[in-house]
């Protein structure tokens, strides 16, 4: 059986606490998109971690972490990932890396940082990994596949030689910067290829073979759903699709075989990098919420930038699993808020004078003032409860309505961040 482990927001939802947990009873876990410009944080019986490739499940001995044809593949950042897990004491994660991943290479970081400071004030809050040159070389049929480092060493070279002719016009006539040597772009590769070597697989036939014999199967998205480049806040957005359907592809999976979908939803809002942002708040309310927020402040586990901090947005969050499909949704960092005497919660949009419930494209979103509905607040501590009818009668009731607001069942509540943190509904 396959399930989706997705966000419903703009990330940082928690997605990877939720897939740490369902990863006990997986056989595979599976990214598949993005790369390692958005960190998933982790805090179980080895620590605290914040993993940028490797799946949220390689905390387990008996799963196997597989890195899909979709994702953005920073081959050194892999490796490195992989020794910093076994040097605090985590057994080495079985990795497979499909063969049809393609590379995220230097000069593709280089692109990114120059591209953003040449836009200055109109950046688009990019974290410079090189996400958005990656996916614009690989969609533009001049990046480069695993596969082909094993491959003809003739025609790779021919290649190296003709993308570089192409990425030297901008390095040297747009950003003013030293152009590209094939030949160390010819030699990174090679090197990259001896990295590699050791986890290289045919995923799509082995996932194959694992469908047929009854495996359980994660798919584990990274960022959410209103960063899609095509569902999301474009322009505002990351480089590939957040949504669970693109789970059947960037893994190589029939989309039919994906029977579940757990949609990750944080129970106030926040969200790094730039865009329309309607129940954001500012100044010292802003400020407290973000003290207080996630696993010990509201901060990117990537870049360390504070996260822009909003109530509960029912208006994108409903839109937000309805993109996904979500059969069901994590409703996480509930404990944060037990210190605020009421909840508001963003029921509609007002856009032109006229109040709207329903998620619009960008231009009316930049519009949009949030209509607001306010429940009581709880007013204690909530960590350490197991038993959802043994949460304060608001605390429920602020749950509930959520779940109303969204139309989509909220099976398992967080009430911290560790992974035993959490109430089945």
């Not at 491959?151 to 002719?165: F, H, I, M, Q, S």
């Not at 919420?289 to 208006?315: I, S, Y």
Request: proline share 5%.
């Amino acid at each position: 059986m396959v399930r989706a482990i997705v966000g419903a927001n703009w990330g940082d939802e928690g997605k990877g606490k939720i897939t740490d947990m369902l990863a006990k009873e997986s056989d595979i876990v599976i990214r598949f998109q993005g790369g390692s410009n958005a960190g998933h944080t982790i805090i179980n019986h080895y620590g605290k971690f914040a993993l940028h490739l490797l799946p949220s499940g390689v905390f387990y001995r008996h799963t196997t972490s597989i890195i899909g044809n979709g994702v953005a593949l920073n081959i050194p950042y892999l490796l490195n990932e992989i020794q910093e897990l076994e040097k605090e004491g985590v057994p080495t994660p079985k990795v497979l890396v499909s063969d049809r991943a393609q590379l995220l290479m230097p000069y593709h970081i280089l692109l990114d940082t120059y591209e953003e400071a040449r836009l200055a004030g109109k950046s688009f809050g990019s974290t410079k990994s090189g996400i958005a040159p990656f996916y614009s070389d690989k969609y533009a049929k001049i990046g480069f596949q695993v596969s082909e480092l094993f491959g003809d060493e003739k025609e790779l070279r021919e290649k190296v030689a003709r993308v570089c002719e192409m990425k030297n016009v901008l390095f040297e006539h747009l950003y003013h910067q030293p152009g590209l040597k094939p030949e160390e772009v010819y030699q990174t590769l090679i090197f990259y290829r001896e990295m590699v070597r050791p986890y290289v697989c045919d995923v799509s036939a082995y996932l194959y073979e694992a469908l047929r014999a009854g495996k359980n199967i994660l798919l584990e998205g990274q960022l959410g759903s209103l960063k899609d480049p095509d569902h999301g806040i474009y322009p505002m957005v990351t480089s590939s699709s957040t949504l669970a359907a693109y789970g059947a592809i960037g893994a190589g999976i029939p989309p039919y075989e994906i029977k579940q979908i757990t949609a990750v939803v944080k129970a106030y809002s926040s969200s790094v990098g730039a865009g329309a942002f309607v129940s954001e708040i500012f100044g010292d309310e802003a400020d407290e919420l973000r003290k207080r927020g996630g696993d010990g402040g509201e901060f990117g586990a990537t870049t360390g930038r504070p996260r822009r901090m909003g109530w509960f947005d029912a208006v994108a969050t409903r839109y937000g699993c309805r993109i996904q499909g979500a059969t069901e949704v994590v409703l996480t960092v509930v404990d944060v808020l037990g210190y605020l005497d009421e909840l508001p919660i963003c029921v509609g949009y007002e856009i032109d004078g006229l109040v709207s419930s329903d998620f619009p494209t960008t231009a009316q979103l930049e519009k949009a003032k949030p209509v607001y509905e306010r429940l009581p607040g709880w007013k204690c501590e909530i960590r350490g409860i197991r038993k959802y009818e043994e949460l304060p009668e608001n605390c429920r009731r602020y749950i509930e309505r959520i779940e109303e607001l969204i139309g989509v069942p909220i099976s398992m509540v967080s009430n911290g961040p560790g992974r035993d943190e959490i109430i089945y509904r």
